[in-house]
């Protein structure tokens, strides 16, 4: 029997949303930073609290009960519209203030970074910003569990429930050891990436995706096929770099990581040719049921303005560009 002056928490409607979109009280409790034990006593408080049972607990699986899947939209728009709430108390006139947590791919995070938080500082005073680095998989299932504001991520963006402003499209330069003939050149043809043993990054990050995307555009896979094959891959593009100056093969970089990966011995990049299309969407996400879309959009102009810096500085015409320089010549 449900008691009829019982409130149920926000904490406690958040666990029930999690459990139940996760089905798995592990995985439910890691992404609310809260120990099993007190998964459950919230789960139980509120179902008690209810007098009804909306999860199914056995061994083997967690099961979402009728009324439990009756009741979870109406818990997941309670939780959307206390967002709201927050979001319209800290900044009734659109502007960024207090906490925002943003995520960002890792292939984005390092390099923009340094000039977006400067900008932060500058324009948005009273921002208080937290930054979670991670492949895109994650941060959409972070999105979707409230447990982050917004990502930076390339687009598109697969899924239902969020929302997307493109930001900026970047070309990617070809990374090559110093001794390549294709050290230096900006004609480079996409059929030409066929001569190329391409290092890629891990599975899970959308850069690898991309340039597995390019080369099968020209009918090429650039990895190798067949039994008994193997190809170098890596967690981060640092790693990638060291592999493309040890002579392992070349790589392809988003430009905004030229200045910081690519300025090492050993090293060399050449760009494509103009009219090449070789390059991909960086954007903004966020969940559709959020009421912060000004604010966002005045995040994603800071952003566009730090990558804007980077483009900026690389095509300054005071000492050798990177697309021409080699460490042979250092």
Do not use: W
């Amino acid at each position: 029997m449900s008691n009829k002056e019982y409130r149920p928490t926000l904490a406690q409607l958040r666990t029930f949303v999690t459990i139940a979109e996760n089905r798995h009280f592990g995985t439910a409790a890691a992404k609310l930073s809260i120990s099993q034990p007190s998964l459950s006593q919230a789960l139980v408080a509120l179902e008690t609290g209810l007098g009804v049972q909306l999860i199914e607990r056995s061994t083997r699986r967690v099961i979402v009960t009728p009324t439990g899947e009756e009741l979870l939209p109406s818990a997941k728009a309670t939780l959307d519209a206390a967002e709201t709430f927050l979001a319209m108390a800290r900044g009734a006139s659109g502007s960024l203030t207090g906490p925002l947590t943003l995520g960002m791919i890792p292939t984005v995070a390092p390099y923009i970074l340094p000039n977006l938080l400067h900008r932060v500082t500058s324009d948005l005073p009273d921002l208080q910003p937290c930054i979670i680095e991670d492949q895109t998989r994650h941060l959409v299932e972070q999105l979707r569990d409230g447990q982050i504001d917004c990502a930076v991520v390339a687009l598109p963006v697969t899924g239902t429930g969020l929302t997307t402003i493109p930001l900026y499209d970047e070309d990617f330069a070809i990374v090559v050891p110093a001794p390549s003939p294709m050290a230096g050149r900006e004609d480079v043809t996409l059929p030409e990436l066929r001569k190329l043993n391409l290092l890629l990054l891990d599975d899970g990050h959308c850069l690898r995706d991309q340039i597995i995307d390019l080369c099968q555009s020209q009918d090429f896979s650039p990895t190798p096929q067949g039994p008994g094959t193997a190809t170098t891959r890596a967690a981060s593009l640092s790693t990638v770099m060291q592999c493309v100056a040890g002579g392992l093969g070349a790589t392809l970089v988003p430009v905004s990581a030229v200045p910081s990966e690519c300025d090492r011995p050993g090293l060399a990049v050449a760009r494509f040719t103009d009219g090449v299309s070789a390059r991909r969407t960086i954007g903004l996400a966020y969940r559709a049921s959020s009421a912060r879309r000004e604010e966002f959009q005045q995040l994603g102009e800071l952003i566009r303005g730090a990558y804007d810096d980077i483009v900026t500085d690389l095509a300054a015409p005071s000492g050798a560009s990177p697309s021409t320089e080699t460490s042979a010549n250092r």
